[in-house]
């Protein structure tokens, strides 16, 4: 492989690995202040364990979660940077905010929170948490509007002495935090986020349902696991509904603004009203052949991005059409045999796991309370291992839907913006393919060897952060264990309240 297919190679295994880590800090961190708020108003012990027995969770997320991110902005400059060059004076501002505002407050609070157990007043441990929520929320929004300028440009100008993109001024800067496509990527992401940890609260408490009652501890189950596993199945299922409503809007827009991305995704490749849905796809690994449809609801895909299932309304461009807009756009700049449809197994497929395991994920949820409502127990091992099972569904959909998000901007690096700047000659407009993205200067060997050493170091940190949650999951509560933070002092500071490590 050249060092264009090994770069993209590299980027993409260590962003699934460390977003693998990420939606589970985004939706656990607020999860854990609302438990300990709980406490703080109701005075109820058991949501104040709740936050202790889940903040070790959220503790050891966050500290693999910084470990895996660190490599990732070294890679604009290293293997990357002709893109760094072509659009950092915007790519880099919203990652400043993101290290300078964002990760400063979550990493300072947490340290507050996790060190200041039983040392200052509850009033302010919790505010600490709630920051640190805060922060971690804040990054999101920064990373997903750094990303979302390479998905539809908006708020810069191309200067054409430089060849480089700049800001258009601060006006400019607020267009690019605050576009439509990153309110619809934070919306998404973030519901996306709460179903992950929805699902991670109530997969470990039902499985400690079974176990306590299992072990004739049914006063355990009742008092504490039963609440904590209603509460995350209430997440899991009102955040499936607005990720899945949120999903069908920014799929709308996205078809506006990436239609090469869409098509693919949809299996659309032929213009035309109408459209069923595409189950299943045939033919090589980059390319459709057949399209296996799903004929009982009638234009349920021209439904999807148009809200309509019939009628010239309906009509949805297919693959030569879009493909023949591009060519006749650029074909003077990049030639005309540039495939401009990305790679289409992996986009079709990759729209369809994320929505099925969503869906599923949100049916799951629903089950659980139905299983839960009233007195009623689970007590079933096999129930037991279903809702574990639960938890990874909406990883898996996450990370799915990541994959989509990059590899249907292929083979844009940075996807050029119709509708903003559709009056402009293309030379005019700002667009940067993939493989002109590249650094010039780095060799192919040097590339393999960090793929190597990268994919195996965090493979080796996987296996540390599951064995660590593993490790505390199986510890579960001690109902009779001593409570630090409600020891804590209510004013002053003496030589025993000093902060230290509580855990």
Request: proline share 4%; aromatic share 12%; net charge negative.
């Amino acid at each position: 492989m050249d060092v264009l297919d090994l770069s993209r190679w590299q980027f993409g295994i260590t962003t699934v690995y460390h977003f693998i880590l990420v939606p589970l800090t985004i939706g656990l961190s607020p999860l854990v202040a609302i438990m300990q708020t709980k406490w703080l108003r109701s005075g109820d012990t058991k949501y104040l364990r709740m936050s202790e027995f889940f903040g070790k969770v959220l503790l050891i997320n966050f500290a693999l979660g910084v470990a895996t991110g660190i490599v990732q902005e070294f890679q604009f400059g290293l293997n990357w940077s002709e893109y760094s060059r072509y659009v950092g004076d915007i790519f880099g501002a919203p990652l400043a905010f993101e290290a300078l505002l964002a990760f400063f407050m979550e990493s300072v609070f947490l340290g507050v929170w996790i060190f200041g157990r039983g040392r200052i007043s509850p009033k302010a441990h919790t505010i600490a948490i709630w920051m640190t929520a805060l922060g971690t929320n804040i990054s999101a929004f920064f990373i997903l509007a750094a990303n979302s300028f390479m998905q539809n440009p908006v708020g810069a100008v191309l200067n054409p002495e430089t060849g480089r993109a700049e800001l258009d001024g601060m006006s400019g800067f607020l267009e690019v935090i605050f576009s439509t496509t990153t309110l619809y990527a934070v919306l998404h992401t973030i519901s996306a986020s709460l179903m992950v940890a929805g699902a991670m609260i109530s997969g470990i408490s039902i499985w400690w349902i079974v176990r306590a009652v299992r072990s004739n501890n049914e006063v355990e189950a009742r008092e504490f696991w039963k609440p904590a596993a209603q509460f995350g199945l209430k997440v899991l299922a009102v955040a499936g509904i607005f990720a899945i409503g949120s999903g069908h809007f920014m799929g709308q827009h996205i078809y506006d603004v990436q239609p090469t991305k869409m098509i693919a995704a949809m299996g659309i490749y032929e213009s035309g009203e109408s459209h069923d849905l595409a189950l299943g796809m045939l033919g090589t690994e980059a390319n459709a052949d057949t399209i296996i449809s799903l004929p009982i609801l009638p234009g349920l895909e021209s439904f999807m991005v148009t809200d309509h299932a019939s009628g010239p309304q309906s009509y949805l461009m297919g693959k030569g059409e879009i493909q023949d807009k591009f060519t006749e756009a650029f074909g003077d700049i990049y030639g005309t045999d540039v495939n401009y449809i990305p790679n289409e197994f992996v986009a079709f497929y990759s729209f369809r796991v994320m929505m099925g395991l969503g869906f599923a994920s949100l049916g799951l949820s629903i089950l659980g309370l139905f299983l839960l409502r009233g007195d009623r127990l689970i007590t079933s091992n096999l129930l037991a291992k279903l809702f574990v099972w639960t938890i990874p569904l909406p990883y898996l959909a996450s990370t799915f839907g990541w994959i989509l998000t990059e590899m249907g901007r292929q083979p844009w690096v940075v996807y050029p913006n119709f509708e903003r700047e559709g009056n402009l000659a293309p030379s005019q407009m700002m667009h940067l393919l993939t493989e002109n993205g590249v650094s010039q200067n780095v060799l192919s060997a040097e590339v393999l060897i960090s793929v190597v050493i990268f994919t195996l170091l965090y493979a080796a940190l996987g296996v540390v952060w599951f064995r660590l949650i593993v490790r505390y999951v199986r510890e579960g509560i001690n109902p009779s264990s001593k409570l630090l933070l409600e020891e804590a002092p209510t004013k002053g500071v003496t030589e025993d309240t000093k902060l230290s490590f509580a855990y």
